[in-house]
């Protein structure tokens, strides 16, 4: 069966460290991969989108990866804040402009 | 003002009531998108809509339905609300420009069913 997998738990790290987190899937195989940052009582938001042909994507503090071998992508945030706090969903493109959601990662950036 | 504004923020209610949670966009999109989101499971799609004469079901449509009134409007209804309909339901928009669009979400609306 089709699956994502994030990371159900709880991510803690230092202000100023590099925060990773880690979607991974099975039996897809997704044209493009976005993440998205959730705040408590609030929508999801937007942050990037990376294609298949492409292995890396950055904007400002953001850095995603993506392996179609390994069926992974990795979220990186450099030089993390407290605000950087909040939950993570990666989703994979089913086609169509559908988008399947994993259930996200808890990051909490301690100063 | 919010771009997607989703209607009420909170309800509670009954077993076996109709429900109506309205969305409505100022983007200009015309995809636009019912999740439903539960702990550890994540944002599951309901039904879809990607212009005023299109409508589809997603993975969860079982129990719900959908009208697409305009390009801005889109509601979501629960015929007879049963408790693990309890949830937070959120709507979404994206574009048609180009493939790979992103989704905007409105801010959701937590449903409680007793």
């Known amino acids: 069966s089709q699956k994502i997998e994030q990371n159900s738990e709880a991510l803690n790290i230092q202000e100023g460290k590099t925060a990773t987190l880690t979607c991974n899937y099975t039996?897809?195989?997704?044209?493009?991969l976005q993440w998205y940052r959730q705040d408590p009582g609030r929508g999801p938001v937007f942050l990037l989108l990376?294609?298949?042909?492409?292995k890396e994507k950055r904007k400002e503090r953001l850095k995603v990866t993506f392996d179609t071998t390994l069926k992974q992508s990795l979220f990186h945030i450099t030089a993390s804040q407290p605000a950087d706090s909040a939950t993570y969903l990666c989703?994979?493109?089913?086609?169509?402009?559908?988008?399947?959601f994993g259930t996200g990662t808890r990051l909490l950036v301690s100063p | 003002d919010a771009d997607v504004t989703q209607t009420p923020r909170n309800r509670i209610t009954k077993t076996g009531k109709r429900i109506m949670l309205e969305c409505s966009q100022t983007k200009g999109h015309d995809r636009m998108y019912w999740y439903r989101q539960d702990p550890g499971l994540g944002l599951r799609l309901i039904y879809y809509?990607?212009?005023?004469?299109?409508?589809n079901k997603g993975e969860i449509s079982d129990g719900y339905s959908v009208s697409r009134q305009a390009q801005a409007k889109f509601s979501l209804s629960l015929e007879s609300a049963i408790p693990n309909q309890t949830a937070l339901y959120f709507c979404?928009?994206?574009?048609?420009?180009?493939?790979?669009?992103?989704?905007?979400f409105g801010d959701g609306t937590r449903l409680s069913i007793l």
């Open positions: 990376i294609r298949e042909n492409e």
């Open positions: 979404a928009t994206s574009d048609t420009q180009g493939a790979n669009q992103p989704q905007h």
């Open positions: 809509s990607f212009d005023v004469k299109d409508i």
């Open positions: 039996n897809y195989s997704p044209a493009y």
């Open positions: 989703a994979l493109d089913k086609g169509f402009q559908k988008l399947v």
